[in-house]
């Protein structure tokens, strides 16, 4: 099946840095990623969608300006955490679809999720 | 809105048990529905889906059923085997609105032999 890889896996990183995580279609384009936030013990959260070559959508609530999503390819989307506090700690999740497939269903591809801890 | 509720874990069982994941769920429309599983150190991979109602998805001996007249969408295995240990995931989707998915909290299954 389809490959969804995401990078760092982890990341500890201190108040008021930014942090970048990569999202990569590993065997397929993408032209639609998603990020996800979860919370523990709650329900994956849409951020936003980001398509390839233009300007992400955003979710309500959801600071554009703090979480800057860039897919500046068919495989490649990121998502930068800017100035990043305590509240931002989170798990963080992508999904791909592949531009090929279609369908009634559109299977999306999750990758395994970026656990950003901020002291 | 939309939103899909679950049933909360973390759920123990032993080898061979029957299991039932419930899901419910609300929707503006009519969605398709899934089940995504989510084993340890890895991304959610899809478990299986139904995209009307009275269809049934069914893999790896799990199966569910979109009832739309309860709104429900139940996970079901006869007989769990340690390796089914994970997260279950239901979730909802249309397949017009850019696919955006509506996940439910997460249910963690351990089997225990």
């Known amino acids: 099946g389809a490959v969804v890889s995401q990078h760092p896996s982890r990341v500890i990183c201190k108040s008021g840095t930014s942090v970048k995580i990569e999202c990569r279609s590993l065997d397929f384009q993408a032209t639609t990623m998603f990020w996800y936030r979860q919370f523990p013990k709650q329900s994956l959260m849409l951020m936003a969608t980001?398509?390839?070559?233009?300007?992400?959508?955003?979710e309500q609530g959801v600071e554009k300006d703090k979480f800057l999503i860039n897919h500046a390819s068919l495989t490649l989307s990121t998502l930068t955490v800017t100035s990043a506090h305590p509240e931002d700690s989170s798990f963080y999740i992508c999904?791909?679809?592949?531009?090929?497939?279609?369908?009634?269903?559109?299977?999306?591809?999750f990758g395994p999720g970026t656990r950003l801890t901020v002291l | 809105g939309n939103s899909v509720t679950q049933m909360e874990g973390p759920v123990t069982l032993s080898e061979e048990a029957f299991l039932t994941i419930n899901c419910t769920y609300t929707a503006t429309g009519y969605p398709s529905l899934f089940w995504y599983v989510q084993y340890p150190g890895e991304g959610l991979q899809l478990l299986l889906k139904a995209t009307k109602a009275d269809d049934k998805g069914s893999n790896k001996g799990f199966e569910a059923t979109y009832r739309k007249e309860t709104t429900s969408f139940h996970l079901e295995k006869g007989s769990v085997q340690v390796s089914d240990s994970a997260v279950y995931f239901c979730a909802l989707s249309f397949t017009n609105t850019g696919n955006q998915f509506y996940f439910g909290t997460g249910t963690s299954l351990t089997v225990i032999p």
């Open positions: 980001s398509n390839e070559g233009s300007k992400a959508t955003y």
């Open positions: 999904s791909a679809r592949d531009r090929v497939a279609g369908g009634s269903y559109n299977e999306q591809f």
